[in-house]
């Protein structure tokens, strides 16, 4: 088999990966059904991945790349904390629409009991993070939050918040309403940290920083002796 005809195998077979997870969910999903999706013989996913769960593996690194690629140019665009928002609004609705929230769902979910596509789903999760750190700490460089909030931290929060907000939707969606009204009052607040009046700047950092003492761990009050 030539290398070409061999990467093009593998891509229909991510891709008939892929389709199950969205229209059959993980349970459906064998060695038969993505041989029928992608349109080959289902002796070729041994022959190329190895397994099943090693095949389920691979499409979701590759789903997450695909992903990822998609939004790049559009994140690297972002200016504000507020626009950061409005974009991850954005994806929720396109990749609701494209079905690709389905697949999250199911890679999830297959990831809590399967040995393989619990790391792979990890690294796709993985990817988004490293092009979202790179974002939100140039975002927060000329804050009130520089030095104070950790981009890496901040991105696994951002990364982890969408994720569930997207799962959540699918049970829930007037509850999903709320929660995504509840991120555009947050989008006004963050408004304030681009604010370049030294005074308001001055009284935004001041707020933070009572804040994250406050946040802080107080230590446990001794207890005394009793009384006999």
């Known amino acids: 088999m030539t290398e070409s005809r061999t990467a093009a195998t593998k891509e229909r077979l991510l891709a008939g990966t892929l389709t199950c997870l969205t229209e059959q969910g993980i349970a459906k999903t064998s060695a038969r059904t993505i041989a029928a999706a992608a349109g080959v013989n289902q002796a070729l996913i041994f022959y ?31 200016g504000s904390l507020g626009e950061l928002l409005d974009l991850g609004r954005a994806i929720h609705a396109e990749e609701q629409a494209d079905g690709n929230v389905r697949v999250l769902a199911q890679l999830l979910a297959g990831a809590q009991t399967n040995p393989q596509l619990g790391p792979a789903t990890a690294a796709g999760l993985r990817l988004w993070i490293e092009e979202l750190e790179p974002v939100t700490a140039r975002l927060i460089a000329d804050t009130p939050l520089a030095g104070l909030v950790d981009p890496a931290g901040l991105s696994r929060a951002v990364a982890a918040s969408f994720i569930g907000l997207e799962l959540y939707d699918g049970v829930d969606p007037d509850g999903s309403a709320t929660a995504f009204a509840a991120l555009d009052q947050l989008a006004a607040l963050a408004a304030l940290l681009d604010d370049r009046n030294p005074v308001v700047r001055r009284a935004v950092t001041a707020a933070v920083r009572r804040g994250l003492r406050k946040g802080e761990k107080a230590p446990e009050p001794r207890r005394g002796r009793r009384s006999s």
């Open 48 to 78: 190329h991945f190895g397994t099943v769960d090693a095949l389920l593996a691979a499409a979701c690194q590759h789903a997450a790349e695909l992903r990822v690629a998609r939004y790049r140019d559009r994140l690297a665009e972002v």
